[in-house]
């Protein structure tokens, strides 16, 4: 069973950095999909960034530039560099996986194994 447990989250001035981490564990190929999404009140799961196989990444329009996504070779860490945060990108963090998938994708219906979110707070 695929277990992803998100780390990091927490409270920041607007133009500072943070970093986000997730354990995972339960699988045992390397090159899978991953990656890293938010959510807030009112809103559906955003996706944020992620990571594939050979380290392709995609992000979204709005964190490109600023957000940086990474991964240990065994792909049992994922990270998530957030710098020049803004109050918009306030919201639950969410560490998702498919192992099945090789390609990036930022789309949550490609996903089906989840982390518990962490909350990151960005105050202006």
């Known amino acids: 069973q695929v277990q992803l447990v998100e780390s990091g989250g927490e409270s920041v001035q607007a133009g500072g950095p943070l970093r986000l981490s997730c354990a995972a564990s339960?699988?045992?190929?390397?090159?899978?999909?991953m990656g890293w999404f938010r959510q807030t009140p009112g809103k559906g799961r955003e996706g944020v960034a992620s990571?594939?196989?050979?380290?392709?990444?995609v992000y979204a329009d709005s964190v490109k530039g600023r957000f940086t996504i990474s991964a240990d070779n065994d792909k049992k860490s994922l990270y998530l560099q957030m710098d020049s945060l803004k109050p918009e990108d306030s919201g639950v963090y969410f560490c998702?996986?498919?192992?099945?998938?090789?390609?990036?994708?930022?789309?949550?219906?490609?996903?089906?194994?989840w982390g518990q979110g962490t909350q990151v707070t960005v105050s202006s």
């Open positions: 998702a996986a498919d192992p099945s998938r090789r390609n990036p994708t930022t789309d949550p219906d490609d996903y089906n194994y």
């Open positions: 339960g699988y045992t190929y390397s090159d899978i999909c």
């Open positions: 990571i594939g196989s050979f380290g392709r990444t």
